[in-house]
């Protein structure tokens, strides 16, 4: 394989986040990006956009980041001993966006390359991310579209990729200590480097490319629902449930807070206003309670 | 030694909780605690007492639990693999309280027991608590009145055991992602097994007794000072901090979490309301910068 052209990488990160900035702004017709460019004391840096108090979205972020250094942090290699004393290269675009109305799912999305040379001059390299969808009242249509939508983007690259990557975002997107899933998954997949690289950073674009898609017509069709006070506690004490997963679980947080990321930036996917309440539990049959018994469990969206 | 009586840490663990509800039920005038029981599948239960939205109180909790098992968690072996197939016993008290008034700081309290045997029959155990305090407000008077308690607890166990487990609490309960302290700090202690059996247990149930001692008097001279949505802002924003350090740093949660804890008692810790505001900066010299400019650096509150 030839040398591997990062910049060829970073073009596309941040002409995606460029669009997605400019797509979100239209959506919300008031809020704009506010741009904060941040560099790394170790090596590399970013440009945060995030969102604020907007019409549609009361909080979101679309990040860049190209992080570089001489030695991955600690997360990166409990798993891989291998690259303890690499220097490494890792870039990506992350995507969390909260709306105002309770009806309107929360969204995340994530693409990123890594790449790491080892002191004899080899070269590790893969790619990851996907997207994943966190509905606070459910709708099957729009589970169903969120699915479609991803699959439509894998199918391409084989006919197992979408379950595959499906189930990895069913497995990855779940709280252990509430034996509950954060949301109705999508698509995650990591250490992709099983095609060429062409093929790869193809696969990584065409995840880049539909999350909008996916995203979008939900917002669109859900955005003006009416909603009470009562919805918007739900909605905040099941993003309760968002923190707790990001901040114990989340393996792109653990590594960003230790490898001296931006605090902020990373902390940008933290919902705006949370609740908890001990001991919560909707009332039985209600729409709250349908999150937990008919949306939440992993399952198959497209013969639903 | 004798064989230690675990009866005897619970009866005095059991003692504690009921004097310390019933004190805080006294203060808050209005709110009872609510009594949940709880049983481990793998062994042992807990009694969660929960107040909420009461007029000083607005969420809190004071949980006995007494956990044990067969085998030890992960979280408890990384650093200990010595006590990878033992047998062990777990149990404490274990309090946070959230008042609703901005002016009356957050208190975390734990004392804590822990006692494993080894295959050969080898037993193991120690001793682990202390209290710290989180103001939204500081008041150089109630951080020197928190700490002469704690001093004046640990002064009968030796003249250097103050200090050294106040520096212990302030690196403990410290948010290196903020280069931040939680709060103004207090006593940490674990693994107490240096001096003999019956003075450590002494010691514990010294920092028990004393825990009501050093809180109260700061909450009745707080708790009716008037404040505006203003400052629930803040005090909402700060309380993130206090998530933030909870599910990514503290061990005792982790610990619960990883060892089939009961999830509704382990994080009855986290705030009511917390507000993620990005990059969120307080006016400078407000009171609200002055918590971090003259409150949050670790120093000695004694001769301040």
Chains 1, 2 share one sequence.
């Not at 860049?64 to 991955?72: A, D, M, P, R, T």
């Not at 290699?77 to 004393?85: G, H, I, S």
């Not at 109705?184 to 099983?194: E, K, P, V």
């Not at 009470?228 to 653990?254: A, P, S």
Request: aromatic content about 14%.
């Amino acid at each position: 394989m030839n040398t591997i052209d990062i910049n060829l990488i970073k073009t596309y990160l941040i002409n995606l986040q460029n669009q997605i900035c400019h797509e979100f702004e239209t959506t919300d017709g008031k809020a704009t990006f506010q741009h904060d460019s941040w560099q790394r004391l170790d090596g590399g840096g970013g440009d945060t956009r995030v969102i604020t108090n907007g019409d549609v979205f009361e909080k979101g972020g679309v990040n860049f980041s190209h992080v570089h250094g001489e030695k991955l942090p600690i997360s990166a290699t409990t798993q891989r001993p291998e690259l303890a004393d690499c220097e490494f290269d890792a870039l990506g675009v992350s995507i969390v966006m909260h709306a105002d109305n309770p009806f309107v799912p929360t969204s995340h999305a994530n693409i990123r390359f890594f790449q790491a040379k080892n002191p004899s001059g080899e070269t590790i390299w893969w790619f990851g991310g996907g997207y994943d969808l966190t509905p606070y009242y459910g709708f099957k249509e729009d589970c169903k579209y969120w699915h479609q939508t991803a699959k439509n983007a894998c199918d391409p690259f084989g006919k197992e990729v979408y379950a595959s990557y499906k189930k990895w975002c069913d497995d990855y997107f779940y709280l252990k200590h509430r034996q509950e899933a954060r949301g109705i998954g999508g698509l995650f997949f990591d250490d992709l480097n099983q095609w060429n690289f062409q093929t790869c950073f193809a696969f990584m674009q065409a995840i880049g490319n539909s999350y909008l898609k996916a995203y979008l017509p939900i917002v669109e069709k859900r955005k003006a629902t009416p909603f009470t006070e009562t919805h918007k506690i739900f909605q905040r004490i099941r993003r309760g449930r968002y923190v707790e997963f990001n901040l114990v679980y989340d393996r792109g947080t653990l590594f960003g807070l230790q490898s001296g990321g931006r605090t902020e930036s990373i902390l940008m996917s933290l919902p705006p206003e949370v609740i908890w309440q001990y001991d919560y539990a909707p009332e039985p049959d209600s729409d709250e309670a349908k999150l937990l018994t008919d949306f939440l469990p992993a399952r198959d969206w497209l013969s639903a």
